[in-house]
């Protein structure tokens, strides 16, 4: 008769798989870095963290980054309209906006945007200048004061997916307020497909070279245009799988390939939670954290010294080499720039829009916020074209996200969809057509009407 095997000897030749991800990123199905005595994304909620034979973290400690809870889409919806101003800040007085509410941090002045009040009543810009007539020459440097480069970035406290309503739950005041900016960022990937641009992206930024993951987005871009009923579940998965690709892939080698991976999975971010399909949207939401790392890492690159970058001399015209050169290194540097900003922007737009809570502020990324508001530069085709707009127009410098020499020294035709996506979601439509019609143009783009 054959001997009863033991359960011991049973669990040495068939032992239980190890568990790898503690019960709370399971529950989530979210990836877990087993860190000891507590995982990254438990400490960052502040909940217990469940791992039998964990292992130490390796690298940093990082502050802990509690979560704010959410309840009810009602009490969202409220919370909402108080929230508002750490993503879009702006003061009648001073006239000094703040697209991304980073500003209000201590390190960075008070919030300028006290309060968004539904029915708004006491909105003004009465107090702000004409604007001036187009100068001979230059960058407005006032403020260039270097940026801190100490920069802590605190890790997306996003929960999981929590958006199974629609925007439609978003209170009115904000929707309206976002529109137009909703409306734009919609079409930006048939814009890139197009056009070979976006917003953020310079039409040359990839003529010479477009990084791999690039090229896949564009694809998935052209894929998109054609989605229709039959075949949107597969074209859907196939950006799911890019993404996941892109994520878990290896970390770019060169600034230009960082820079095409944040656009990249921007691109796919933007096509997943502006899809209208729920499970598409909370796909975006679970790999969003992937996104605002890979737009801090531009950081290094983007350069946000911007006397630093205004040559000494005129740029020549004769011999072209050194013109060039530096409208090439500006293409990069400002696409970079808008990049960082944009993503960020989109991300605190759709926690309001969504009624999650807002990220909070780290106390150093407002110094950053910064971008070229020209769209003559922006614009330009060719580096002689370049040369004539840097020398012959004025073209303003936006720091820490700050808005006020736009609205009283810009013109209208200074801006383009960028700057326009801005300052719609600052001040509304309404006032922003009424601002570019003061400065001689139409927020339309020459049409009388959307």
Same mark, same amino acid.
Request: net charge neutral; hydrophobic share 35%; with cysteine.
């Given at each position: 008769m054959?001997?009863?095997?033991?359960?011991?000897?049973?669990?040495?030749?068939?032992?239980?798989?190890?568990?790898?991800?503690?019960?709370?990123?399971?529950?989530?199905?979210r990836r877990c870095d087993a860190g000891f005595p507590s995982c990254m994304r438990c400490e960052q909620r502040g909940i217990p963290c469940e791992?039998?034979?964990? %292992?130490? %973290?390796r690298g940093p400690q990082r502050d802990v980054v509690p979560s704010s809870s959410s309840s009810s889409i009602s009490s969202m919806a409220t919370n909402m309209v108080r929230s508002v101003p750490n993503m879009l800040s702006f003061s009648a007085t001073s006239g000094t906006p703040d697209p991304l509410g980073i500003s209000s941090c201590a390190a960075l002045g008070d919030n300028l945007f006290t309060s968004l009040d539904p029915t708004f009543p006491d909105f003004s810009i009465t107090g702000l200048a004409p604007a001036p007539a187009d100068?001979?020459?230059?960058?407005?440097?006032?403020?260039?004061?270097?940026?801190?480069r100490e920069l802590i970035h605190q890790p997306s406290a996003l929960a999981a997916p929590t958006t199974a309503a629609p925007f439609a739950a978003t209170p009115e005041v904000i929707v309206k307020r976002l529109r137009y900016a909703v409306d734009q960022i919609r079409g930006v990937p048939s814009m890139m497909v197009l056009e070979n641009q976006t917003p953020w992206s310079h039409p040359k930024l990839y003529e010479d070279n477009m990084p791999r993951c690039m090229q896949d987005a564009y694809a998935c871009c052209a894929l998109y245009m054609a989605k229709n009923r039959v075949n949107a579940p597969i074209i859907l998965r196939t950006i799911n799988a890019r993404v996941a690709e892109l994520a878990s892939g290896p970390e770019p080698t060169t600034p230009l390939e960082s820079l095409a991976r944040t656009q990249a999975l921007l691109l796919y971010h933007i096509i997943r939670i502006f899809d209208g399909d729920i499970a598409a949207r909370a796909d975006a939401e679970r790999t969003q954290s992937a996104l605002e790392d890979s737009a801090m890492a531009l950081l290094n690159?983007?350069?946000?010294?911007?006397?630093?970058?205004?040559?000494?001399?005129?740029?020549?015209?004769?011999?072209?080499?050194?013109t060039r050169n530096?409208?090439?290194?500006?293409?990069?540097?400002?696409?970079?720039r808008r990049t960082l900003l944009f993503t960020l922007f989109l991300l605190q737009m759709y926690r309001v829009l969504s009624g999650q809570p807002t990220a909070p502020c780290d106390g150093c990324l407002g110094a950053y916020n910064s971008?070229?508001?020209?769209?003559?530069?922006?614009?330009a085709r060719s580096a002689v074209e370049f040369t004539r707009a840097w020398e012959e127009t004025r073209h303003l410098v936006v720091i820490n996200g700050a808005l006020d020499k736009v609205f009283n020294e810009a013109r209208a035709h200074h801006a383009d969809m960028f700057g326009k996506i801005l300052l719609t979601s600052l001040i509304g439509v309404d006032e922003a057509e009424g601002w570019f019609a003061s400065r001689g143009g139409c927020l339309?783009?020459?049409v009388s009407g959307p």
């Open positions: 054959a001997s009863a095997v033991s359960p011991t000897s049973r669990e040495r030749h068939n032992p239980p798989p190890r568990q790898k991800s503690c019960a709370a990123c399971i529950k989530a199905k791992l039998p034979n964990r %292992r130490a %973290r100068s001979q020459f230059g960058v407005s440097t006032d403020e260039l004061d270097e940026p801190p690159g983007a350069n946000f010294d911007f006397a630093a970058q205004h040559p000494d001399a005129e740029l020549p015209l004769f011999p072209l080499g050194p530096f409208w090439h290194d500006w293409i990069y540097k400002e696409s970079a971008f070229t508001f020209s769209a003559p530069l922006w614009h339309w783009g020459g």
